[in-house]
């Protein structure tokens, strides 16, 4: 197991046009987490998964956003018609239960919106 | 909301000298982690702390939470130039049960 993945780890985007993201956690994790981190800010919450169910989202996931966990297992990350502000890290963190458990964080996938 | 303020922003400190890093909540913390991240990088691990009065090393990095759980330090001794980088406190929030909320972490730069 080599942790959590994250895929791209850049990804350069034309304002408007539509990106995804992938996220791999460790398999034996049920939950999975999307923060998104602005330079010099700590990482804000998107939204987590427990298995398929999306069980919480921040009111920072407009509608534009929209995360799925069709099999409990990977996750995407969908940001249509990208803006700007968009531009930021978003980081993926899984962890097997609850905060107890502590969580283990991807790389990140760096969006530039240019 | 919870809110977590770390301090100081940002430090500079000569290899070999120890160095504490702070991190204060607004409310009760629930469970308080200590992160670091290399610049445009993922978050590592360092600790994780739950009980008031708590506190728990790794190497030369020791993490401590005060008996109210309120505010928890870092404390780096002898520091190394690999002790470079943003140190991060999260917190989890009872009511919430799963998501953390972070301080907007801490810059360290060790020079040589």
């Known amino acids: 197991d080599t942790g959590v993945s994250q895929d791209p780890r850049h990804k350069i985007t034309k304002r408007g046009q539509n990106v995804t993201f992938r996220c791999d956690p460790i398999?034996?994790?049920?939950?999975l987490y999307w923060y998104r981190q602005t330079l010099g800010q700590g990482p804000e919450f998107l939204t987590y998964f427990q298995n398929e169910a999306q069980l919480e989202k921040s009111r920072l996931l407009s509608d534009r956003f929209s995360a799925e966990r069709p099999k409990g297992s990977f996750s995407t990350l969908e940001i249509q018609r990208t803006e700007q502000g968009d531009s930021a890290m978003y980081l993926c963190?899984?962890?097997?239960?609850?905060?107890?458990?502590?969580?283990?964080f991807g790389s990140g996938t760096r969006l530039t919106v240019v | 909301s919870q809110e977590l303020e770390q301090s100081p922003q940002s430090l500079i400190v000569q290899e070999g000298k120890n160095l504490t890093i702070n991190c204060t909540s607004s409310?009760?913390?629930?469970?308080l982690y200590w992160y670091k991240q290399k610049y445009g990088e993922g978050l590592i691990f360092l600790m994780m702390?739950?009980?008031?009065?708590e506190e728990k090393s790794h190497e030369k990095i020791t993490a401590k939470l005060d008996e109210k759980k309120q505010q928890s330090s870092l404390h780096i001794t002898a520091s190394q130039p690999s002790h470079a980088g943003i140190y991060l406190c999260?917190?989890?929030?009872?009511?919430?049960?799963?998501?953390?909320?972070f301080g907007e972490g801490t810059q360290l730069t060790v020079n040589p």
């Open positions: 963190a899984s962890s097997v239960g609850g905060e107890s458990y502590g969580y283990t």
């Open positions: 702390l739950q009980k008031g009065g």
């Open positions: 409310k009760t913390l629930y469970g």
């Open positions: 999260g917190a989890a929030e009872e009511t919430s049960g799963s998501r953390l909320t």
């Open positions: 398999s034996e994790h049920n939950r």
